[in-house]
């Protein structure tokens, strides 16, 4: 098993930012891919970004050039950088992991991200 702990939550500005953690503990050595999906209220979970072991990256289209994914091997813990936040960021995000990336085998519990002036 693998737990998954978020944090890093808040209430920001459009146009702000905000770094989101997750921390990852229990049998780690089975994964390869760690992601983040969210989900805003009335709406499906959506993926946002992944990164393997090896630091490769993916983004939906949406947040490329305003997310980045990060990964410290040593912590187990993966970052999402959040930058020029928009109200339609809006969502609890949801921190993942996997042996591949098509997987979603752990899910962390959620932090909440809310962009409001």
């Known amino acids: 098993q693998v737990q998954l702990v978020e944090s890093g939550g808040a209430l920001v500005q459009p146009g702000g930012s905000l770094r989101l953690s997750c921390a990852a503990s229990g049998s780690i050595s089975s994964i390869n891919c760690m992601g983040w999906s969210r989900q805003a209220p009335g709406k499906q979970r959506e993926l946002v970004a992944t990164i393997t072991s090896d630091g490769n990256t993916n983004y939906v289209d949406s947040v490329k050039g305003r997310f980045t994914i990060s990964r410290d091997n040593a912590k187990n813990t993966i970052y999402l950088q959040m930058n020029s936040l928009k109200y339609e960021d809006t969502a609890v995000y949801y921190c993942?992991?996997?042996?591949?990336?098509?997987?979603?085998?752990?899910w962390g519990q959620g932090t909440q991200v809310t962009v409001s002036s």
């Open positions: 993942h992991a996997a042996r591949y990336c098509y997987r979603r085998d752990y």
